[in-house]
């Protein structure tokens, strides 16, 4: 799981690494679980799918920082 203050630290490539990493992760997870198999922890998807939604959420937030930081 990742915090948002690690997240908030990355530069942008490697938040985009990070992403990428994280939606790999979820692929493999969800075909385990679609082919049958029982996850290694059941909260596991879950997990990944909220740590996507805030690294999305901070990429999204630093984005519009700099679009209105360029603006003034």
Do not use: Q, Y
Not at 2 to 16: C, T
Not at 25 to 40: I, K, V
Not at 54 to 71: F, N, P, V, Y
Request: proline share 3%.
């Amino acid at each position: 799981m990742v915090k948002n203050k690690d997240i908030r630290a990355m530069n942008d490539a490697d938040r985009k690494a990070k992403l990428t990493d994280l939606r790999k992760e979820l692929l493999h997870e969800r075909g385990t679980a679609s082919m049958g198999g029982a996850p290694a922890s059941p909260g596991k998807i879950r997990a990944i799918r909220t740590s996507v939604a805030r690294t999305l959420t901070i990429i999204s937030e630093e984005r519009a920082k700099k679009i209105k930081g360029g603006a003034k």
